[in-house]
């Protein structure tokens, strides 16, 4: 019975990342490299009846920086990370009940982000980790022309930035075996939510196992996550008591 329902938006990216790290004296190293990505986006909108609209594939160029102290014998590692902002420009097929109703580019940024992660063993086998992570998210704005024109709003954006704390124990339980324990958490901010995103901030835990043998390493982790209740857009509906359950699968070759 919700006015957005049958709602459907999917947002596609890969990415591409080449880092080169020059390690300097007593532990300091600095890395950076380009980041190419390329993006796409689909969606049709409920609320504005019989409304799609479909992109093309565009790719963006962005970099990353970043610098780290290390000191192996106590598996300690500190490091700082920027990823910038990537522009995409997308050219988009705007239809409402299959009629043309515009075909004009529109700009997306893919936001500015900051990651300040570490690591410190804490007794034999045993590792803590953690991080936290700035996006800028306020300035993401997906907004095609003819959606605008019809509505007066953006498809999807958001008001103000997050900041995401995670803390974690990894365990070695044999030489192959590892696993770990992963706690996390996003303050909510309070802002009027988008109806395409109805939640503000959330707190999640996930367990992870990992398996190696020579140079292969396989990891399998679950993670549920406790959604942040939210007051979406236009009517001012509650979203309350969401969660999610997430399976991971990474398989790692190390040359």
């Known amino acids: 019975g919700y006015f957005a329902q049958g709602s459907k938006a999917k947002f596609n990216s890969v990415a591409i990342t080449t880092l080169l790290q020059y390690n300097l004296d007593n532990g300091f190293s600095v890395?950076?490299?380009?980041?190419?990505?390329?993006?796409?986006?689909?969606?049709?909108?409920?609320?504005?009846?019989?409304?799609?609209?479909?992109?093309?594939?565009?790719?963006?160029?962005?970099?990353?920086?970043?610098?780290?102290?290390?000191?192996?014998?106590?598996?300690?590692?500190?490091?700082?990370?920027?990823?910038?902002?990537?522009?995409?420009?997308?050219?988009?097929?705007?239809?409402?009940?299959?009629?043309?109703?515009?075909?004009?580019?529109?700009?997306?940024?893919?936001?500015?982000?900051?990651?300040?992660?570490?690591?410190?063993?804490?007794?034999?086998?045993?590792?803590?980790?953690?991080?936290?992570?700035?996006?800028?998210?306020?300035?993401?704005d997906i907004t095609p022309v003819a959606y605008n024109g019809l509505t007066g709003r953006s498809l999807i954006d958001y008001e103000s930035d997050y900041v995401t704390y995670s803390i974690g124990v990894g365990r070695r339980f044999s030489e192959n075996w590892s696993g770990a324990v992963t706690l996390t958490h996003e303050p909510a901010n309070g802002d009027i939510q988008g109806n395409l995103a109805p939640r503000d901030g959330y707190t999640s835990i996930g367990i992870g196992a990992t398996y190696r043998?020579?140079?292969?390493?396989?990891?399998?982790?679950?993670?549920?996550?406790?959604?942040?209740?939210?007051?979406?857009?236009?009517?001012?509906?509650?979203?309350?008591?969401?969660?999610?359950?997430?399976?991971?699968?990474?398989?790692t070759q190390r040359f």
Do not use: C, M
Not at 218 to 227: A, D, E, P, T
Not at 231 to 236: A, L, N, P
């Open 31 to 140: 890395y950076g490299g380009p980041r190419f990505q390329r993006s796409d986006a689909k969606a049709q909108i409920g609320f504005v009846a019989g409304y799609d609209v479909d992109t093309d594939k565009d790719w963006g160029v962005g970099y990353v920086v970043g610098a780290a102290y290390e000191r192996p014998d106590i598996a300690l590692r500190v490091a700082l990370t920027y990823n910038s902002e990537i522009e995409h420009e997308f050219s988009a097929t705007e239809t409402l009940n299959g009629a043309l109703i515009g075909a004009s580019p529109f700009t997306t940024t893919i936001p500015q982000s900051v990651n300040l992660e570490f690591q410190s063993g804490i007794a034999e086998d045993t590792l803590l980790f953690g991080s936290i992570r700035w996006q800028d998210w306020s300035e993401f």
């Open 213 to 251: 043998i020579d140079r292969t390493e396989i990891g399998l982790g679950l993670r549920y996550v406790w959604l942040g209740d939210a007051t979406t857009q236009t009517i001012g509906a509650q979203f309350e008591d969401n969660e999610v359950l997430g399976v991971g699968l990474r398989l």
